[in-house]
């Protein structure tokens, strides 16, 4: 149990000539940083008061076998009533970051670099990794408390993309692993107790980077990107590739199943890291995903593919599905209204992906965005500030917490300035994306490229 992810990534004799990953802003910052005297240019709003926090790789020693093999690095920005009260990056401190792993000891579910994304769940706040256990941060200043573990019911690792029932609270999660059990799917209730832990039949290791939850089901992915021996022994960074023999199939379960519920379906071959939404129409369970046609296909430094936002609908009376593209850019990153998640929705957000660039020796000339996807007209709205400024991913936040149209709120994200080596957190009106940002908060350093983060309104706090 518990493969950690230092167990997983190893030398690489494979890599890339290019390591886009140790250039441009997805090079590690080498300080740890607190800053509470931030210039702002814009208004910040004023309901705003919270804690937003992303994670992302952050190597400490500088040299990362692969783009996702640093070390978990939180990046974190304290709003109170319109004033941006601080700035701090701290790395989660755990046994890798420490370098305590290694050698001849079995790693264990502790030994994870916690890189991945962000959680507020059962008042805590939790770094998640791809594997591994949650760390506990204390949100007031973004140190690393310790490992948690559901009072010892969490058999392994967790994934980095639970979901949060928004109405009853409810946690619903799983880990994989690539021993037996392959899958074991999880709920917690809204204090964080551990309800259910059910593992899940698979014919092997996938790699399962999120999965999908509506009102009444859970949706698993089964997809051809597959744990190999064969890359553990040629060293090729996450001993995981493309397998053109494993079918692409989604499992449809009761939230409260057992594996003996699951419904699987088979689905034309494809891969996908991030869910936008999933929610049920009728007889149809329906996923909006970021879909590739494929990815990791020589090895997993292989990133370079379009992704595009799709909906897959599964029939639950005719056990039939189907797949179809909704937007035609590439993308990455979807986000919505979480007060939507597992619910029919109108509106979600992306970061843009420049195709033209998108490849290692390029993607540091690449120009990105924020894209607002409108799923009832078809239309997009987007802010495309060209190529010196890059956001990351962009997080809803409600303008009220008690409810309000769906995009009324602020999208939030840090923004790398190619011409100053440095970052802004930036807001922007979520019903009008094009506009660009209504606040800057300007960083005294550059906040590298990583990956998920999440808003936590003081309202929230314990
Ligand atoms: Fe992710």
């Not at 939180?74 to 701090?88: D, F, P, Q, T, V």
């Not at 939030?412 to 094009?434: H, L």
Request: with cysteine; proline share 7%.
């Amino acid at each position: 149990m518990g493969v950690a992810t230092t167990s997983v990534i190893t030398g690489c004799s494979e890599e890339p000539v290019t390591k886009f990953w140790q250039q441009g802003n997805y090079r590690p910052v080498s300080d740890e940083v607190t800053e509470t005297t931030l210039k702002v240019e814009g208004t910040i709003p004023p309901e705003l008061s919270g804690l937003y926090v992303r994670n992302g790789t952050n190597e400490s020693t500088g040299i990362a076998p692969h783009f996702f093999g640093g070390d978990g690095m939180l990046h974190g920005i304290r709003l109170e009533n319109g004033k941006a009260k601080w700035y701090r990056n701290r790395y989660v401190d755990t046994p890798v970051y420490r370098k305590e792993t290694g050698g001849f000891s079995a790693p264990k579910p502790e030994d994870t670099t916690s890189a991945v994304s962000v959680l507020y769940h059962g008042d805590k706040l939790m770094s998640l990794g791809e594997f591994g256990y949650p760390y506990e941060i204390d949100p007031a200043d973004l140190s690393t408390k310790g490992p948690f573990n559901y009072e010892g019911q969490l058999p392994g690792n967790m994934t980095a993309h639970p979901r949060i029932d928004p109405v009853t609270g409810e946690l619903l999660f799983f880990g994989y692993d690539v021993t037996a059990p392959y899958l074991t799917y999880m709920r917690a209730d809204k204090a964080g107790n551990m309800l259910q832990v059910e593992p899940i039949e698979m014919s092997g290791a996938s790699m399962i980077h999120d999965f999908a939850v509506t009102d009444n089901y859970v949706v698993f992915m089964d997809m051809p990107v597959r744990f190999s021996w064969l890359s553990v022994a040629m060293g090729e960074g996450l001993p995981f590739k493309w397998d053109d023999s494993h079918m692409t199939r989604f499992g449809v379960m009761p939230r409260t199943g057992t594996n003996a519920d699951v419904k699987w379906f088979d689905i034309p071959a494809c891969f996908v890291f991030h869910i936008m939404n999933s929610f049920e129409q009728g007889d149809e369970v329906m996923v909006d995903a970021a879909r590739y046609d494929n990815l990791w296909v020589k090895n997993s430094h292989d990133f370079f593919h379009p992704a595009h936002l799709s909906r897959f609908s599964m029939n639950m009376k005719t056990g039939q599905a189907s797949v179809q593209r909704i937007y035609e850019g590439a993308m990455e990153f979807p986000q919505v209204n979480r007060s939507l998640w597992t619910k029919p929705y109108r509106y979600g957000y992306s970061l843009v992906v420049d195709e033209k660039y998108d490849t290692p020796e390029l993607i540091n000339q690449a120009s990105s965005g924020i894209r607002k996807y409108d799923l009832q007209t078809g239309e997009a709205d987007s802010w495309l500030p060209g190529p010196d400024l890059l956001p990351g991913e962009a997080v809803f936040i409600p303008a009220n917490e008690n409810g309000g149209g769906e995009d009324e709120g602020y999208l939030c994200s840090y923004v790398y300035d190619k011409n100053t080596e440095k970052s802004a957190f930036c807001i922007f009106d979520a019903t009008k994306v094009s506009a660009g940002p209504i606040a800057k908060v300007q960083l005294p350093v550059r906040v590298p490229v990583g990956f998920h983060g999440v808003w936590v309104p003081d309202s929230a706090m314990a």
